[in-house]
């Protein structure tokens, strides 16, 4: 008797509650399911192994196991295709951070893809239910003949931004206060560099071109660079290129290291062509959303959560955004941040008009038309 009581642990003895308490908030707690499930399995067999008859020790049993399942077995799963890892879907990352999936009910996981266009693929091929793509990426796909929805508006204004090294804006004397016009005319016999041929970041280049009254092919010379901000930061440091457009940090870097300015500002409005034009979005597939109704109202209500934190608490935001981009300088992370703040959508609901001139923007292979591409009824339900 003496060595077995030698081998009960003494909160059994004395504090039973205080062992029920604790081993629940640590199997909550842990990361991992398996984990979770061997370490309360461990400290269940040291219960039994007590012989402690008390209804104590019995209720432990039954808290310990009900509070493992509760979290893991009823938890629906749910996964994203991440087009990119950017600041526009930051009401993604602050709705996971913050555990507002979680308390939805859900398990969710974010997959990274090599683009928008791959992430739309993930969810024609089954790979992903939702992915985190462009409106144009979405257009290019159903205009191929590909069943897609858009469910949940991100951002209201194409998150991109002209950036000119700090030798160019002194050249020709032009700031970012300075008008408009005096900005565009000054980009002609300039080298651009933008991500691809015939995407977002080229069609702005083109666009600020021929507002100056420029060729874009014959009067500048824009490359290709890819989508990587490291790329673009080096050529400019080079001095290999001007300019380049892209979503922030890139440009916001460029600023903070002395090496850029920040020239024209899309997210700002002040382009007509792209003001109020949906550019990320929440997709999924028709099959999908019949399959996963409750599971992907669940998802939307939790990022409605996110924008609604977004849209009244800003310094929160800002704060939890900067969890989701742990590599980047906290005050580069602040200013885009903040010059990308005007553009994120504070609600779920997606603006047919804003995706229709994203669809006008678009060269697709077929028309496409907003009403056959939006389905708000999920946005709808969850608010």
């Keep these: 008797m003496y060595r077995r009581a030698r081998l009960r642990p003494p909160s059994i003895i004395h504090n039973p509650m205080a062992l029920v308490k604790k081993t629940a908030l640590r199997v909550r707690a842990g990361r991992n399911a398996m984990s979770q ?8 067999a040291g219960l039994v192994r007590s012989g ?5 020790v019995t209720f432990a049993l039954i808290f310990i196991w009900s509070c493992l399942f509760a979290t893991h077995a009823s938890a629906e799963k749910l996964v994203i295709a991440e087009g990119a890892h950017v600041i526009g879907y930051l009401a993604v990352y602050i709705a996971k951070d913050e555990g507002y999936y979680t308390q939805e009910g859900l398990d969710v996981d974010i997959v990274p893809t090599r683009g ?12 992903a239910d939702v992915a ?7 257009a290019n796909a159903v205009s191929q003949g590909r069943n897609l929805k858009v469910i949940a508006g991100i951002t209201n204004q194409p998150q991109m931004m002209l950036t000119v090294s700090t030798e160019f804006a002194k050249k020709h004397g032009i700031t970012a206060d300075s008008p408009l016009d005096q900005r565009v005319k000054a980009l002609k016999g300039g080298t651009f560099a933008v991500s691809a041929p015939g995407s977002m970041t080229d069609d702005v280049m083109r666009t600020l071109l021929t507002m100056g009254g420029f060729s874009p092919d014959r009067d500048a010379q824009i490359m290709a660079l890819g989508g990587a901000g490291s790329e673009m930061l080096g050529a400019l440091a080079r001095n290999s290129i001007d300019g380049f457009v892209l979503s922030p940090p890139a440009g916001n870097q460029a600023e903070a290291d002395g090496k850029g ?3 024209v500002n899309l997210m700002s409005g002040e382009i007509p062509k792209y003001r109020d034009m949906m550019f990320q979005a929440i997709t999924s597939t028709p099959a999908t959303i019949a399959a996963k109704k409750d599971i992907l109202i669940k998802f939307t209500r939790a990022i409605a959560r996110a924008q609604k934190l977004m849209t009244t608490d ?3 935001a800002l704060a939890l955004g900067a969890k989701a981009f742990p590599n980047i300088d906290p005050a580069v992370f602040k200013s885009a941040f903040n010059i990308a703040y005007p553009s994120f959508s504070k609600d779920p609901i997606v603006p047919l008009p804003g995706v229709q001139k994203a669809l006008d923007f678009t060269p697709t292979k077929e028309k496409v038309s907003a009403d056959q591409i939006v389905d708000n009824s999920i946005a709808k339900a969850a608010l």
Excluded: R
């Excluded at 402690?52 to 104590?56: F, G, P, Q, V, Y």
């Excluded at 928008?116 to 790979?127: D, E, F, H, P, R």
């Design 314 to 316: 800003k310094e929160s």
């Design 37 to 44: 499930k061997s370490f309360a399995c461990s400290w269940l």
């Design 132 to 138: 985190l793509a462009t409106v144009s990426d979405v």
């Design 261 to 263: 300015t920040i020239l």
């Design 116 to 127: 928008s266009a791959q992430a739309v693929a993930a969810i024609i091929g089954g790979g």
């Design 52 to 56: 402690s008859n008390s209804c104590a």
